[in-house]
C-alpha cells in the first residue's frame, strides 16, 4: 500500500509478539512498548536531513554530521503517552505537543478535548505517535490540527494499523507516510483491531 511503510525488524518483531500477549502484565507492556518505539524511530528517521558541522577529537578537529532541523513529537492522549519516551530516549532535544481526543463508543468519531502544540512547528520535522492506528479518526484529525499550526514535514506512528484505518488516513492525508511494526487483518464491530491487542491504554497503565 502507498505510503504505508512496515518496519520488519526482528526485535521489533519480536517485541510485539509479546505485546500481543494477552498475559503480558501491564509493566512489561509499558516497558515493551518504549523499547519498540524506539527501535521504529531508526527506521522512521533513516532519511532525516543532516548538516555538517566541526567538532574536536581529543585528537585533531574533525567535520562530521547533526540533524539539520528540530524533532517535534505529538502524541495522541492518552495512549500516545506510552511511546513518548522510546523516543525521548534517542532525541532528548526533541519538543512534545500533546492532542486529546477520544472515541465516541457510539459513532466510533473522534472527540477533541485537549491540544497543546509547540510554537515553531513549520521549523521542525514532526512526528505523531498512536500505539494503534483503528478507524483512523483521531490520526485524521490530529495531522489536521498539526498541519493547522504550520507543519510541514509529518509522519505517522503507531504499533499495529487496521486496512481501514491506513485507507483513511491515506485518503485524507496522502502526503503523510505511515510507519507501523504490523498491518492487521480488519476492525471488529465495536472498532477494535484483530487480532491487535486490545486496548493500547488500559494496557499500558492498567486500568482494566
Known amino acids: 500500500m502507498n505510503g504505508l511503510n512496515i518496519i520488519q525488524h526482528p526485535l521489533v518483531q519480536h517485541k510485539l509478539t509479546f505485546l500481543r500477549d494477552r498475559n503480558t502484565p501491564h509493566?512489561?507492556?509499558r516497558r515493551l512498548t518504549r523499547e519498540l518505539?524506539?527501535?521504529?524511530l531508526y527506521e522512521v528517521m533513516k532519511d532525516f536531513p543532516l548538516q555538517e558541522i566541526e567538532v574536536e577529537t581529543p585528537l585533531i578537529k574533525t567535520k562530521t554530521q547533526v540533524l539539520a532541523r528540530e524533532i517535534s513529537i505529538v502524541l495522541i492522549l492518552r495512549a500516545?503517552?506510552?511511546m513518548v519516551d522510546g523516543?525521548?530516549?534517542?532525541?532528548?532535544?526533541?519538543r512534545v505537543g500533546h492532542v486529546g481526543l477520544y472515541r465516541d463508543e457510539k459513532t466510533l468519531h473522534p472527540v477533541e478535548y485537549y491540544v497543546?502544540?509547540?510554537q515553531n512547528l513549520s521549523e521542525t520535522d514532526v512526528i505523531i505517535i498512536d500505539p494503534m492506528l483503528a478507524t483512523g479518526g483521531s490520526a485524521v484529525d490530529a495531522i489536521h490540527l498539526v498541519k493547522e499550526s504550520g507543519a510541514k514535514t509529518i509522519r505517522f506512528v503507531c504499533m499495529v494499523a487496521a486496512p481501514e484505518g491506513v485507507r483513511n488516513l491515506r485518503s485524507k492525508h496522502s502526503d503523510v507516510p505511515i510507519?507501523?511494526?504490523?498491518l492487521d487483518e480488519r476492525l471488529n464491530e465495536n472498532g477494535y483491531i484483530l487480532p491487535g491487542l486490545g486496548?493500547?491504554?488500559?494496557?499500558l497503565f492498567?486500568?482494566?
Request: aromatic share 10%.
Open 37 to 40: 518505539t524506539g527501535f521504529m
Open 179 to 182: 510507519y507501523t511494526a504490523a
Open 116 to 118: 497543546k502544540l509547540p
Open 87 to 94: 523516543l525521548l530516549d534517542l532525541v532528548p532535544s526533541a
Open 27 to 29: 509493566t512489561d507492556f
Open 199 to 203: 486496548d493500547a491504554g488500559d494496557r
Open 206 to 208: 492498567g486500568t482494566k
Open 80 to 82: 500516545g503517552l506510552g
